[in-house]
């Protein structure tokens, strides 16, 4: 029987307890022997749903962040965070929010991204020529134990030197590789503390190996592991999310007593690798998608992998192809769920039962397994046959696309002036992002409307209400530009999902997305209908309250694409033009309903760029036209935005202008304005909104801060094309927080409008 393992499991819990614990323990509510003790029963929970595999991962639970639990292991602090009063739990918090418990100590935040083409963030570790290294395992020995003693063998889960590093960012001239031997000292110390634990193995996850790399991180792999050959316990070196490509002949060459390859997107390099790697090394594949909710087909993957186990025998691992974190729990718990199309589906537990079935299958004969199969089979056709899948006549209209259909009439500058015309808005004018904080009023009253605890008329004069004080607050602020704040949307995409034909929804498939803050994507399953409008009426309200322009907000058909559960059974480009035209249809409808601005939110673009470059303009080109298709629907004086946070794009910049947007507004204050470097060397046409408040934490920037910021930006673009406002959405702050902070935000562009004295 080939050895199972998991390589990380969802750590929020079956009903998201860690996210109420941590966000209790933030708000004072609860003690820190609390909050560790609903840490230990989400672990234990964890490992009960592994059980029956040979190797347990330890080190995938975290508070927070794996990366950001990488730069505590080994002792990478910031300088503005280590001589600040409290313990290392303090410090970690910090470092992910900008302050801690009942903190009266606040510094900026560490950056945070997108991890590799995930909707996961994380923590960005900082390097400097002072940066210093430490080990501090204390809490992963503690977890070790932990699991022993509740009866699991435990595999030690770390991230690898190389990829730590290169994950990172140098916030002086410094080369991050320059810190390797530093770094490499920690962690043969930590290898060797491990195995003094008992571990016999350790995963050591190098995604990085995924990547295009230059010549000095292959030397960087080739010393590193050079350096850890002679320490115990034996490595498995640990990729995924993608195929190795022109890296696979490094990966072989390092001397690790494994690899483990993401067969689900890498199948054809598998047999390359088996060919490749000496007969003593283990070859780990990743067969079940870590990545996608739907039900592996087991008897193509048994016919790929009979023969592959009689080839390797003992030397063949079989896991998922990632960690389970980017999956929902259990399916178990979705007894609301459509029978017919939760059939077809696996969520993190079903897919560890996948798991254990080939792996049984494998070592006593599929006979052993049959029932199983037989159901296995069943579910995958009917999901291949079903009616509800495939419909001829958004096939048709798709079919019908024509290249102007992506097109505005007139260009940005002769756009501009219409708009201008129209709406007379200042210079530097102010707006936010969409949302506005999520009350507990505002959720209870959604979820009783969910249940039929109220009627549709009570539910919607309670939104109404909740429009009216967006808009009145907004108003007494001082923003130009206005938005009803959304408070009938319980997520960006699930709210859409939820009034487009061809999706599906679960009550309990929450997704970490970082920290505490959980997602529930939609399920797309089958072809793209828009049935009626779906904001118009929430909008159009807000617009007749106030005399000031309205935005309309939409999500972006890029980004509910690659925020949802996507089906798997046609190239993704034709989904995504599905949802293109079905935005289009909203995005005109607002429009002939006199809503002259409207957002179209892009914040997942670049994170569904492909993680070879040689890839990319594949992608953008589909991706691109989509959104292009749903904007250009409307006359020149109807102002269209976009929004993007936290997705690094110097490196697109010129396809982020190709979207001829003509306000793109983006994250850039936590990253310091970093991302405004693009527009050295390229001069983007259009408007741009850098964000200027960091809502991602909960500190308050001060009028200064963002006049220091919105100075910083006028370097690189035009003052008369600059807007001024957030990073991102309001709805996880409170109005404590969100009030004083935009006020301040209004208070700097009157700053920045001012006469400067002669």
């Given amino acids: 029987m080939p050895t199972l393992h998991n390589l990380g499991f969802p750590r929020i819990g079956r009903r998201r307890e860690l996210k109420f614990a941590l966000e209790s323990w933030w708000k004072g509510n609860t003690d820190t022997s609390t909050l560790d ?48 009063p409290g313990d290392t739990r303090d410090t970690y918090f910090r470092m992910a929010r900008g302050r801690t418990a009942g903190d009266t100590h606040p510094a900026p935040a560490s950056e945070m991204t997108k991890w590799f083409n995930t909707n996961y963030h994380y923590i960005v570790p900082e390097f400097d020529a002072d940066s210093r290294f430490a080990l501090n395992a204390d809490t992963l020995l503690a977890q070790i134990d932990e699991a022993r003693q509740a009866g699991a063998t435990p595999k030690p889960v770390v991230l690898g030197p190389v990829s730590y590093l290169w994950l990172g960012k140098s916030f002086d001239d410094s080369d991050r590789l320059a810190h390797l031997p530093a770094l490499l000292a920690v962690y043969k110390t930590l290898l060797e503390r491990l195995a003094d634990a008992g571990a016999d193995w350790v995963q050591i996850d190098e995604p990085a190996l995924v990547m295009d790399l230059e010549p000095a991180w292959h030397d960087a792999f080739r010393s590193t592991y050079a350096a850890l050959a002679d320490t115990a316990p034996k490595l498995l070196l ?23 390859l993401d067969a689900v997107t890498a199948h ?34 048994l016919d790929w992998l009979e023969p592959i186990a009689a080839t390797l025998g003992e030397r063949l691992w079989l896991a998922p192809s990632c960690s389970l974190l980017h999956v929902p729990v259990d399916l178990a718990q979705e007894d609301k769920l459509d029978p017919e199309i939760r059939d077809w589906m696996a969520f993190a537990v079903q897919k560890l039962e996948e798991l254990r079935l080939v792996g049984r299958a494998l070592a006593e004969g599929r006979d052993a397994v049959a029932d199983a199969l037989a ?36 260009d940005y500058t002769t756009r501009a002036e219409l708009q201008q015309k129209r709406l007379q808005l200042p210079s530097l004018p102010t707006t936010t992002i969409g949302s506005f904080p999520q009350t507990a009023a505002i959720r209870h009253a959604r979820r009783d409307h969910r249940a039929g605890r109220i009627s549709d008329e009570i539910y919607r004069q309670a939104m109404r209400e909740e429009i009216r004080s967006c808009i009145r607050t907004q108003e007494a602020i001082g923003l ?17 999902g939820e009034l487009l034909d061809g999706y599906t929804f679960t009550r309990f498939g929450w997704v970490q997305s970082y920290g505490s803050r959980c997602v529930k994507p939609p399920i797309l399953f089958g072809d793209i209908e828009r049935p009626k409008p779906m904001t118009v009426e929430w909008a159009t309200y807000a617009q007749s309250l106030t005399d000031k ?65 040689a890839d990319w303009p594949h992608y953008l080109d589909w991706a691109i036209r989509a959104f292009r298709i749903t904007a250009n629907g409307v006359d020149d004086a109807v102002q269209i935005h976009t929004h993007m946070c936290y997705s690094e794009f110097n490196d697109i910049i010129a396809d982020i202008a190709n979207m001829d947007a003509d306000v ?70 409170g109005w404590a927080e969100v009030k004083p902070a935009l006020e301040n935000m209004v208070a700097a562009a009157r700053t920045l409008r001012a006469p400067v004295p002669a």
């Avoid at 530009?481 to 995409?493: K, S, Y």
């Fill in 37 to 84: 003790a609903v840490a230990a029963d989400v672990r234990a929970s964890m490992r009960n749903a592994q059980q029956g595999l040979d190797h347990v991962p330890v080190g995938d639970f975290s508070f927070y962040d794996q990366v950001l639990d990488t730069s505590l292991l080994v002792g990478n602090i910031p300088p503005r965070f280590r001589d600040l």
């Fill in 238 to 260: 640990t990729t995924y999310f993608g195929p190795l490509g022109d890296n696979l002949a490094l990966a072989v060459d390092l001397p690790v007593a494994g690899i483990h």
């Fill in 268 to 301: 054809d390099e598998v047999q390359p690798l088996i060919h490749a790697l000496p007969a003593d090394r283990v070859i780990s594949l990743g067969v079940i998608d870590g990545r996608n909710i739907w039900k592996a087909d087991l008897t193509v993957l």
């Fill in 375 to 410: 159901d296995n089979a069943r579910a995958l056709a009917a999901r291949r046959s079903s009616a509800r899948v495939h419909k001829p006549a958004v096939a048709d209209r798709l079919a019908a696309i024509r290249p102007e259909d992506g097109d505005r009439d007139s």
């Fill in 480 to 496: 130009d530009v206005l938005v009803h704040g959304e408070p009938e949307r319980n997520d960006m995409v699930e709210y859409f």
């Fill in 549 to 613: 322009p309205v935005k309309g907000m939409l999500t972006g058909p890029v980004t509910i694409l690659n925020w949802s559960f996507v089906r798997d059974d046609q190239p993704r480009s034709d989904t995504c033009q599905q949802l293109a035209l079905a935005m289009r249809d909203e995005v005109r409808d607002l429009a002939a309903a006199g809503i002259n601005i409207i957002q179209i939110d892009e914040a997942a673009l670049r994170e569904g760029l492909p993680l070879r470059h």
């Fill in 664 to 733: 793109i507004t983006i994250e850039t204050s936590r990253s310091h304005m970093e991302l405004l470097d693009a527009f050295k060397t390229f001069e983007y046409p259009n408007a741009i909104g850098p964000g200027v408040y960091d809502i991602h934490s909960p500190n308050v920037p001060s009028q200064a801060e963002i006049v220091a910021l919105m100075r910083k930006a006028g370097e690189r673009i035009p003052t008369e094309r600059l807007w001024v406002n957030p990073d991102c959405g309001l709805k996880t702050r």
